[in-house]
């Protein structure tokens, strides 16, 4: 196989889950620093983000090889081998085993935070849809979690684009360009560590069924909560 012959590594789902993600995060972060108008925005865009993290938890069992859970998960003994590879090593092909932790920290941080904004109050006129159904004590530590773990969110992304720059630009491996077009290229790609094509349909079920919950959980089942305290 020819070094210039390019590759297909990453679906376009996984691309399109990455950049929806980052896209709905700086969504997120923004319509907070903007102020109690844009809260109802807000609290959309953190909709999308769990439904995004839904869809990428089912993706993680049914999407192409470098999609799967199983075959990114970060053991012990795949982290302790991946330290120990000569500087000359060739790139991993999908995630490497210290970038894998980085995609579990970051999807449970983020799942975090918007299932603990569904519990919050803003104190002005806007609640989340399960404010108040579970009492008190469990809506102060949504609170708690919801003012806190965004700090953590972005000193995970600040790594993670750290990472990313200094395998890009330190260790020359070509990582950026990928997560858009989905291709790589290089000797030790083959026709069993690639893929041939994206499984839009099995995509397309998993993004509807991830909607119609979301839908479900943030319309049809809200409780009803007396509101007049
Ligand atoms: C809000 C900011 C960001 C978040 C939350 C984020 C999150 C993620 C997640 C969850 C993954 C794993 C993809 C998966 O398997 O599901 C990932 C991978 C990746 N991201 Fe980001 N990302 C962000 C910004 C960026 C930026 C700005 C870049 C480019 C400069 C970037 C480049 C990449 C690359 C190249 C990978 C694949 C890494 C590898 O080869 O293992 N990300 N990112
Ligand atoms: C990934 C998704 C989300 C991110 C990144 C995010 C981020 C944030 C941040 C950084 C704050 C400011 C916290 C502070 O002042 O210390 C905030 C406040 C808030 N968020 Fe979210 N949020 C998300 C999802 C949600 C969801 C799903 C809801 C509700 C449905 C929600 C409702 C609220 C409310 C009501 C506040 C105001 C809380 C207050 O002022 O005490 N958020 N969010």
Redesign the pocket.
């Known amino acids: 196989m020819s070094q210039s012959q390019s590759r297909l590594v ?1 679906d376009l789902p ?1 691309r399109l ?3 929806g ?3 709905t ?2 969504g997120c972060w923004l319509t907070n620093e903007l102020g109690t108008d844009y809260i109802d925005l807000h609290m959309q865009l953190g909709y999308v983000a769990l439904g995004l993290i839904c869809f ?1 938890l089912i ?2 069992f049914f999407g192409t090889l ?2 799967r859970f199983t075959t ?1 998960f970060p053991t012990p003994a795949a982290i302790k081998d991946y330290l120990s590879q000569p500087k000359d090593a060739a790139p ?1 092909v ?3 085993p210290l ?2 932790l ?2 579990f920290a ?2 449970a941080l ?1 799942l975090m935070q918007a299932v603990s904004g569904l519990f919050v109050d803003d104190d002005v006129f806007s609640s989340g849809p399960y404010y108040n159904a579970l009492g008190g004590d469990i809506d102060k530590i949504m609170a708690t979690i919801h003012h806190n773990a965004f700090d953590f ?1 972005l000193a ?2 600040a790594l ?2 750290l ?3 200094f ?2 630009w330190g260790k020359k ?1 070509d ?2 360009a ?2 858009i077009h989905g291709k790589k290229q290089g000797v030790h790609l083959t026709d069993s560590n690639t893929i041939k094509h994206s499984r839009l349909i099995v995509a397309l079920i998993i993004a509807a069924l991830s909607a119609a919950f979301v839908y479900w959980l943030v319309v049809i089942n809200i409780p009803e909560v007396d509101m007049y305290y």
Do not use: E
């Open positions: 990453w996984l889950f990455h950049w993600f980052v896209v995060i700086l990428r993706w993680g470098h999609s990114f991993s999908g995630h490497n970038g894998s980085m995609v970051m999807l983020v969110i995970a992304i993670h684009i990472a990313v720059g395998y890009q491996h990582l950026i990928p997560m």
